[in-house]
């Protein structure tokens, strides 16, 4: 998405590789939103130590941050045959997979591009492929947050007010992002709405990244605090909400997410608003 650094908008993603200096480059999203600052991770251990200290966060991002910390470890690799190259790929793995235990997307995204290099028959060539791999899933991230803003689109009118809870956005993702696809859909479609941001505690991810980065996009926005939600619902001042999820089963549908998510969907089903995840 668009970000003014000096007085200047360009285009960023979240996460992207450097493939000459064989580093994954990061937004450090700690020091938001008084700061902007790319960070290079030297090697897959600072890959996964990026991933443990939550520089990055959010499913879609830390996911292709660890297929592009895989691609990375393999192609450090110097020295020795197939064995040797295995065993310090499974290092590689074990070390990004445990920087984030909890979650899924790393160990999906490094499964994705282990299964991509099976295609490899020397090592030169499977150190290639991975980070083919990686850049593809990198890809497969945006081409997805794309369709669930195509989808999702429809759902905001002119004049409406959109409530979201934590940061769905494309900082949690590599570009776009889940719950502010439909927002980003409709600003680009020429529609005027605003959203309200929940702080959601105790990491402020609302109020620190969602409105940072509606404030870059100049969509209309204000940060409220995460009990105030009911007071807004029960005056008629919030017409849709759509948040995101951090994990779904895909044969019920539930979902799971940050805290806090379970009362906006309370409270929207009390007061007969619409409320929509966005996975």
């Known amino acids: 998405?668009?970000?003014v650094v000096q007085g200047r908008t360009r285009h960023y993603r979240t996460v992207t590789f450097d493939a000459a200096k064989n580093s994954v480059e990061l937004i450090e999203q700690r020091l938001l939103p008084h700061e902007f600052k790319i960070i290079a991770t030297r090697d897959f251990r600072a890959t996964a130590l990026a991933i443990k200290?939550?520089?990055?966060?959010?499913a879609g991002?830390?996911?292709?941050t660890a297929a592009y910390g895989l691609a990375q470890g393999a192609r450090a690799f110097r020295g020795g045959g197939p064995e040797k190259f295995s065993a310090h790929v499974e290092i590689v793995c074990q070390t990004l997979k445990h920087a984030r235990p909890t979650a899924v997307d790393p160990v999906n995204a490094m499964n994705r591009v282990l299964a991509a290099m099976r295609a490899g028959t020397t090592v030169e060539e499977q150190q290639g492929i991975a980070l083919a791999a990686a850049e593809e899933f990198s890809n497969e991230d945006v081409r997805h947050c794309e369709a669930i803003g195509r989808h999702g689109v429809k759902?905001?009118?002119?004049g409406?007010?959109?409530?979201?809870?934590c940061n769905a956005g494309w900082l949690a993702f590599v570009d776009i992002g889940s719950?502010?696809?439909?927002?980003?859909?409709?600003?680009a479609a020429g529609k005027k709405f605003h959203v309200f941001c929940d702080e959601t505690r105790p990491r402020?991810?609302?109020?620190?990244?969602?409105?940072?980065e509606l404030a870059q996009?100049?969509?209309?926005h204000q940060i409220i605090a995460d009990n105030a939600a009911g007071h807004l619902m029960q005056r008629g001042e919030i017409d849709l909400v759509i948040v995101g999820s951090d994990r779904v089963l895909g044969r019920t549908g539930e979902v799971t997410n940050k805290i806090g998510t379970y009362t906006k969907a309370v409270l929207a089903k009390r007061h007969g608003i619409p409320f929509y995840v966005a996975i």
Do not use: C, E, F
Request: aromatic share 4%.
């Open 53 to 58: 200290d939550m520089i990055v966060r959010g």
């Open 61 to 64: 991002a830390i996911g292709a």
């Open 179 to 187: 719950a502010t696809a439909p927002m980003y859909a409709a600003q």
């Open 204 to 212: 402020s991810q609302g109020a620190t990244l969602t409105a940072w």
């Open 160 to 165: 409406m007010r959109v409530l979201t809870h």
């Open 155 to 158: 759902l905001i009118r002119n």
């Open 1 to 3: 998405m668009n970000v």
């Open 217 to 220: 996009q100049k969509i209309s």
